[in-house]
C-alpha cells in the first residue's frame, strides 16, 4: 500500500530555533497538506501544497512531487509551535487522505 | 464562516451500546469524511461521503455505517462497541477533492 513517512518523530528545540520536518511518501500525489495537531485534538491546516513552494509567516513549505517528498520549515520556533505536525497525501485512483506518522514538535522556553 | 462543526466533543459508551457522531460540514463543502485517531498515532481513513452515497470505504468493519442528508452533514453510526473503538473521530470537509478542513473532533470513550 501507499506509504507516508515522516521524520523525525520527535524534536526538541530552544526557542528562537529553526527546523526542518520531513514528508516522503511513496506513489503519485494529487494533494499534500500539512497540519498542526493542537493538544485538544484539533488539526490546523497550515499549506495545501501539491506543488511548489508557500510561505505564510515564520512557515514554509515546499512540496517536489516528482521525487516523492514534502518539507514544513518553522523559524524562529516559539513555544506555541509546540504539537504534532502531520502531513497528509491525497493520491491517484482514491479520496482519502493519508496521513503519516506524524513529528511530535516541543519548543523549550 | 463557520468551519466543519461536530458533535458532541465527548462521549463515553458501555461496551455493545451503539454511538452515533455528528458532522456539519463547511460552507459550499459537499463532502464528508470520517476519520479515527488512536492515542499517539496519525487519523485513519473511515468513509467518504459525497451526494448522499458511501463512496470510499477504508478498512473497518461494517460495525460502522454512516449516512449523509441533502445539506451535506453526515452522521457516523458505531455499532456494538468494543474497547478499542476509543478514539478521537474527525470529521473533514472537502469542495470536492480540494483542501481538507477538519472539525475539532469527538472523543469517545469506551467502558
Known amino acids: 500500500g501507499i506509504q507516508v513517512e515522516q521524520s523525525p518523530p520527535d524534536l526538541i528545540l530552544q526557542e528562537g530555533a529553526n527546523s526542518t520536518l520531513r514528508c516522503n511518501f511513496s506513489d503519485s500525489v494529487n494533494n499534500l497538506q500539512w497540519f498542526h495537531q493542537n493538544p485538544w485534538g484539533q488539526l490546523i491546516n497550515l499549506f495545501y501544497?501539491?506543488?511548489g513552494t508557500k510561505q505564510n509567516g515564520r512557515l514554509s513549505a515546499t512540496t517536489v512531487a516528482t521525487e516523492r517528498y514534502s518539507l514544513l520549515y518553522i523559524s524562529s520556533s516559539q513555544t506555541t509551535d509546540s504539537g504534532v505536525y502531520f502531513c497528509a497525501g491525497l493520491f491517484s485512483g482514491t479520496y482519502k487522505y493519508i496521513f503519516g506518522t506524524g513529528t511530535r514538535l516541543k519548543v523549550l522556553a | 464562516d463557520a468551519g466543519v462543526t461536530q458533535s458532541p466533543t465527548h462521549l463515553i459508551k458501555t461496551r455493545g451500546q451503539q454511538v452515533t457522531l455528528r458532522c456539519s460540514p463547511k460552507?459550499?463543502?459537499?463532502?464528508v469524511s470520517w476519520y479515527q485517531q488512536a492515542l499517539g498515532q496519525g487519523p485513519q481513513f473511515i468513509f467518504q461521503?459525497?451526494?448522499?452515497?458511501?463512496?470510499q470505504r477504508g478498512n473497518f468493519p461494517d460495525r460502522f455505517s454512516g449516512h449523509q442528508f441533502p445539506n451535506y452533514s453526515s452522521e457516523l453510526n458505531v455499532n456494538a462497541l468494543l474497547l478499542g473503538d476509543s478514539a478521537l473521530y474527525l470529521c473533514?470537509?472537502?469542495?470536492?477533492?480540494?483542501?481538507?478542513?477538519f472539525g475539532q473532533g469527538t472523543r469517545l470513550t469506551v467502558v
Open positions: 460552507s459550499g463543502h459537499d463532502t
Open positions: 473533514a470537509s472537502t469542495p470536492g477533492i480540494g483542501e481538507a478542513f
Open positions: 501544497i501539491p506543488s
Open positions: 461521503y459525497y451526494e448522499e452515497e458511501e463512496r
